[in-house]
């Protein structure tokens, strides 16, 4: 049965659906189910193999080594996956094909069509509310309370506060308007518009060449303009912004009438447009035309008046305007029907759209968009004009919208983006043409067909209240779209679909299978146990636990950061399980505890396991579907987030990617043999595991809630998922704030690998002052042992997130997780053999005394891999015997 999806279709920033969200934090909770066995199996260690307890250790460290060694060639399996499904999978002549040559019944062209046909019919439905009373009731639910967020009347009172600011902080054609016009520096206002069009108007010149018509107009508008802020109207409006001149000579340097100003400048070379400037000069002269074009909006346009009559169109709540009219409809009661609603109802209408309206006004200022950008004092001001009006027209008029965005005709719009790529005869350009197709569709950060149908589907309540409008047209257009969005996704996710997202599932539950046999071998054991199959199961788990995490990675990365705050959360709900269990059956006298405790364990796996699996499955197998919809307009591929290798690198995700390498990489080297097991007092190693256990939960969970705080795309820099650069961009090229602070955060990588350098060089100088302050000195000791483990947890936390959001690193997100990976088991390995090396000299007698610390160090890395390699080599041993065994018979 279809399941109602709180989110929208998947895509680039969507990370909302409840089921999803529940799916990735016991997709985090049940991927670390095995470390937790192979280490709380040591009791059945002791019971069913007899081993006697100077083994224990070495019995519990080859169980977890083989279960990390075994993920290694799963992990590479599902990398070798992942990069087959986005680099050698190509959609684009599926998607071309799923197009049509012609609009043919079941073509996306056709069915584009069909979805602009029913979107024009729910347009039509509600566009007329001075006429059809259903149409007047929608747009009265729309209307709202006063203060009701998302409804027109609050709207409007936004967006008139941002219009009244922008008129406060406007120029006029005043003195003082032209002193703000002229910018307060040299990259700001007319004066930085003069230096562009000085600019345009010396490469038209040299473009043109001495001696030829053209050339000695363009030097002369250059002059008159000005080379630098020292010379023509640029050095006036130098002098005037500074209160060293004035207005008057402004004006004069522009529009002298005797030949010098720039404005008569700039008409002796317009009137060459068709004789000198043609042909290669033409480019160069259009840009001259581009230049004087916004040089002369911001002088001539009264900026202040144009937000003036914006504001009176929407009216202060007292006046027969927009808001007014509004509140007249709104404030009716539910009963009224006839002349008493539709009259109220138009008058909101012509309010807006009128020759008077708020519509037009806008029209007018948008107009002028290049001006208000101009200056920097009044920019931010016009962005929330546009942004308060654009959020009025997305209630308003989502309709007009979606049909505008599907387009008609195939002359606009996404209709005509699919009739280029259906069209395509083999020119070359299929790439770029079936891009163009996803970018209007969907994968855009502007205005896409999604987002304004999603911005209709948030009115569903507002069509169900115009009676036959909302079981009519806008279940229609439902359908319509459901078919076209089934027939798009079906194209460009189908290999996922089934590489990817299918094979996941199986994972989950394979994960959930290997816990369930882990506990028939361990409850079935006898007296002795079955040594070489409890092996077996974990090895199994290990290679299960690899490719599972891959492939999780890959499904959707926009949930990593909710999958690695699963993860964290892990330590402390099994230990509180632990804990709880030691307490119920503690007592070896009464009950056979460590048999208990372990049952327990595998148990409270075996239940998380299944619900993971279950979850997962439930969230990528069945049919989602939007709520206001019918069960038929499910779609199987609501949840599936297609990405491919198709952005372009950005510097700024070297950043975090090096975070999760170092993160990853570096942490099981130090941590716990030799920080805190060889520096820390030893009473205190239990403590530091217990602060860890705490702590380690906070940075996750800390950067999962910022991202659920955010909104829009790409986020704004409070997470560390937006562009961690100076100025972060959003599609409308406004800028949302700086993140470049993020890399900040960069300093943990040097501390982790400060830190242990400092653990190493200690156990070796042990005379030396830093060796003094640190071993064995409780407090310094415990500290710098958090610290390290603190720095891999918060780099982890910070470089994924960092990776995969804005920065664009989400499509290759498995590589430093599988280079991090190598790191972290190898040098984990070698790291056991260091330490055995070590412990096994006397101080008194030091291998590497005399030699330089280049020979020091080569040596024990040569002793370290004499004893690692054989342990690593024996590893395989048993798995290789079994599975030899299995092709003998």
Same mark, same amino acid.
């Given at each position: ?5 709180? #989110? ?80 050698? @999978? ?77 008129? &406060?902080?406007?120029?006029? &054609? ?101 004789? *000198? ?6 480019? *160069? ?25 914006? =504001? ?53 200022? /948008? ?9 920097? %004092? ?59 197709? /996803? ?56 290999? =996922?679909?089934?590489?990817?997202? @299918?094979?996941? @599932? ?9 816990? @369930? ?47 690695? %705050? ?23 006298? =009464? ?12 148990? #409270? ?150 830190? *242990? ?48 959001? #804005? ?13 991090? #990976? ?7 390995? !070698? ?6 090396? !070590? ?51």
């Amino acid at each position: 049965m279809p399941h109602i999806c709180s #989110a929208k279709q998947a895509g680039v920033g969507v990370a909302d659906c409840d089921l999803l969200i529940i799916a990735y934090i016991f997709a985090g909770l049940a991927m670390m189910l095995n470390i937790r066995l192979s280490y709380s199996s040591a009791p059945y260690a002791l019971i069913r193999f007899r081993l006697p307890e100077n083994l224990f250790s070495v019995f519990v460290r080859r169980i977890a080594s083989a279960l990390e060694l075994w993920c290694l060639p799963s992990m590479l399996l599902g990398n070798i996956i992942d990069l087959i499904q986005k680099l050698a @999978v190509n959609t684009d002549g599926d998607l071309k094909a799923a197009a049509g040559t012609e609009k043919s019944q079941g073509t996306l062209r056709k069915l584009a069509e069909a979805l602009h046909t029913q979107a024009n019919s729910l347009n039509d439905a509600v566009n007329n509310p001075g006429a059809t009373e259903n149409a007047a009731k929608v747009l009265k639910f729309k209307a709202g309370s006063e203060d009701e967020e998302g409804k027109l009347r609050k709207l409007a009172k936004d967006l008139y506060t941002a219009a009244t600011q922008l008129e &406060n902080k406007a120029p006029d &054609n005043s003195d003082d308007g032209l002193k703000q016009k002229a910018g307060t520096h040299q990259n700001d206002g007319l004066r930085k518009l003069a230096g562009e069009l000085y600019i345009a108007a010396k490469a038209l010149q040299k473009k043109v060449g001495t001696g030829v018509s053209g050339h000695d107009e363009a030097q002369s508008l250059a002059n008159a303009v000005g080379e630098s802020e020292s010379s023509g109207i640029r050095a006036k409006l130098q002098q005037l912004a500074e209160n060293e001149g004035t207005a008057d000579a402004v004006r004069t340097a522009y529009e002298d009438g005797t030949g010098d100003g720039v404005k008569k400048k700039f008409d002796e070379v317009q009137k060459l447009k068709g004789s *000198a400037y043609t042909s290669d000069k033409q480019a *160069a002269y259009y840009k001259v035309e581009a230049a004087w074009n916004a040089f002369n909006a911001l002088y001539t346009t009264d900026l202040k008046e144009l937000a003036k009559e914006l =504001k009176n169109a929407i009216g202060n709540g007292s006046q027969s305007k927009l808001r007014q009219a509004l509140a007249a409809l709104g404030n009716l009661q539910d009963t009224a029907t006839g002349a008493q609603l539709t009259g109220p109802a138009d008058n909101v209408k012509t309010a807006y759209d009128g020759g008077e309206g708020v519509k037009p006004k806008f029209t007018k200022l /948008k107009d002028r968009e290049s001006s208000y950008q101009a200056i920097a %004092a009044i920019r931010p001001n016009y962005k929330e004009v546009v942004d308060a009006m654009t959020a009025f027209d997305n209630v308003y008029k989502p309709e007009e919208l979606l049909k505008d965005a599907v387009g008609q005709g195939e002359t606009t719009g996404l209709t005509k983006a699919l009739a280029a790529l259906g069209n395509d005869n083999g020119s070359g350009d299929l790439p770029s043409l079936a891009k163009a197709v /996803k970018k209007e569709y969907s994968e855009s950060f502007g205005p896409t067909v999604k987002s304004k149908f999603e911005l209709v589907m948030a009115q569903a309540s507002a069509y169900e209240k115009g009676g036959t409008i909302k079981t009519n047209e806008y279940t229609q257009l439902l359908h319509a779209w459901t078919v076209f969005n089934d027939k798009y996704y079906g194209v460009i996710s189908y290999y =996922k679909y089934y590489s990817i997202v @299918v094979p996941s @599932v199986i994972t989950q539950w394979l994960n959930f299978l290997t816990y @369930v046999i882990l506990f028939v071998v361990y409850v079935a054991g006898g007296e002795t146990g079955h040594l070489t199959v409890f092996y077996l199961v974990i090895a199994i788990s290990g290679f299960v636990f690899g490719i599972n995490m891959t492939l999780v990675y890959s499904v959707d990365w926009n949930y990593i950061p909710i999958y690695i %705050a699963g993860e964290n959360c892990f330590p402390i709900i099994t230990s509180f399980i632990h804990y709880i269990t030691t307490l119920m059956f503690g007592n070896r006298r =009464k009950w056979n505890s460590d048999f208990i405790v372990v049952v327990v364990d595998i148990v #409270a796996a075996i239940i998380i396991s299944l619900v993971a699996a279950m979850v997962w499955s439930v969230a990528y197998l069945s049919k989602p579907k939007y709520a206001s919809a019918k069960d038929k307009e499910a779609s199987w591929y609501h949840h599936i987030f297609t990405n491919k290798f198709e952005g372009e690198f950005k510097p700024e995700v070297i950043s975090p990617f090096l975070m999760i390498i170092v993160g990853m990489g570096l942490v099981y080297a130090i941590y716990p043999g030799i920080a805190p097991g060889m520096i820390v007092p030893f009473y205190l190693i239990d403590k530091i595991e217990m602060v860890l256990l705490i702590a380690t939960i906070f940075p996750p969970v800390i950067v999962a809630a910022l991202r659920r705080t955010t909104k829009g795309w790409p986020p704004p820099p409070q997470s560390p998922m937006c562009q961690w650069t100076l100025d972060i961009r959003g599609f409308d090229g406004q800028s949302k704030g700086t993140g470049l602070f993020w890399h900040g955060f960069d300093l943990l990588m040097v501390i982790k690998i400060s830190l *242990a350098v400092i653990f190493i060089y200690s156990l070796h100088y042990r005379e030396s002052h830093l060796s003094r302050s640190i071993i064995n000195q409780p407090k310094m000791s415990t500290f710098l042992s958090i610290t390290f483990y603190m720095c891999h947890e918060c780099l982890l936390a910070l470089g994924f997130p960092g990776l995969v959001g #804005a920065n664009g690193g989400g499509d290759y997100v498995l590589i430093p997780q599988y280079i991090g #990976a190598l790191f972290m088991i190898f040098l984990a390995f !070698y790291s056991e053999g260091y330490i055995i090396e !070590y412990k096994s000299h006397d101080p008194a007698h030091w291998p590497t005394e005399g030699m330089t610390k280049w020979n020091a160090f080569c040596y024990w890395c040569k002793r370290a891999s004499k004893i690692t390699n054989p342990n690593l080599k024996s590893l395989f041993q048993p798995i290789a015997k079994l599975f030899t065994f299995f092709i003998y018979f």
